[in-house]
């Protein structure tokens, strides 16, 4: 079974902090993402990756960056976290097919509080 | 803006009734992915439709894809607790099919 591990299950921080949100995958999977969960709202896109050092733009990017130095490991930060940034933030990962088909696989979440 | 719209976005029902959540994309889609996440848990993966017209069953769960490939629907028979979650459908652009388009989900409570 695929495992996305993410390294926080609850955070809180202070408006102002830089914050890391750390994620690994152990499937060799080429692609990864980083989606926000908030009410009413669903499944936001933030930022993905196809390969290493890699990254795109997802639906919600701004306030975030990411880094990919490793293939199984894709880290979301938060340059200066802010209250709006509170949510449930999720990682996923999936292999690469050229019909992007491949499922997505999650890892169980951070809920980051910023206060 | 949102280009999947699901519908009912809750559902209460008693235990043994049928449910059905619905999605509707405003543009052609390749492929529809169905996910379900219990409360507290994080979305997991269900079926994928690919195919116009196409119709998959998972023991209870019966999944549509419509023929043009607009509309997706997810109904479970005889509805029981361990359905209780919220189920998202999530699809992608016939052309442009690298992101996935999400619907809102819809929350399924069930009364024993």
């Known amino acids: 079974d695929v495992k996305v591990t993410q390294s926080s299950r609850y955070l809180v921080k202070r408006t102002g902090e830089k914050v890391f949100l750390e994620c690994v995958q152990d499937?060799?999977?080429?692609?990864m993402f980083w989606y926000r969960q908030d009410p009413g709202l669903g499944l936001r896109l933030i930022y993905f990756?196809?390969?290493?050092?890699?990254?795109e733009k997802g639906d919600i990017p701004e306030g975030y960056s990411v880094s990919r130095e490793k293939k199984e490991r894709f880290s979301l930060i938060l340059e200066s976290a802010s209250t709006n940034q509170t949510s449930m933030y999720l990682c996923?990962?999936?292999?690469?097919?050229?019909?992007?088909?491949?499922?997505?696989?999650f890892g169980n979440g951070t809920r980051l509080t910023v206060t | 803006g949102q280009q999947v719209m699901q519908i009912p976005q809750y559902q209460h029902v008693q235990e043994g009734e049928d449910f059905t959540t619905y999605c509707n994309s405003s543009?052609?889609?390749?492929?529809i992915q169905w996910y379900k996440q219990r409360p507290g848990g994080h979305p997991v993966f269900l079926i994928q439709?690919?195919?116009s017209g196409e119709v998959k069953k998972q023991k209870r769960l019966t999944f549509q894809f419509g023929e043009a490939k607009k509309n997706s629907s997810l109904h479970i028979t005889a509805t029981q607790t361990t359905d209780v979650g919220t189920y998202f459908c999530?699809?992608?652009?016939?052309?442009?099919?690298?992101?996935?388009?999400w619907g809102l989900g819809t929350s399924l409570a069930v009364n024993p």
């Open positions: 999530a699809g992608r652009r016939a052309g442009n099919n690298r992101k996935l388009i």
């Open positions: 543009t052609t889609l390749s492929n």
């Open positions: 439709l690919v195919k």
């Open positions: 499937m060799d999977h080429e692609n």
């Open positions: 990756s196809y390969d290493v050092k890699m990254k």
């Open positions: 996923a990962s999936s292999f690469y097919d050229t019909s992007y088909n491949s499922p997505l696989h």
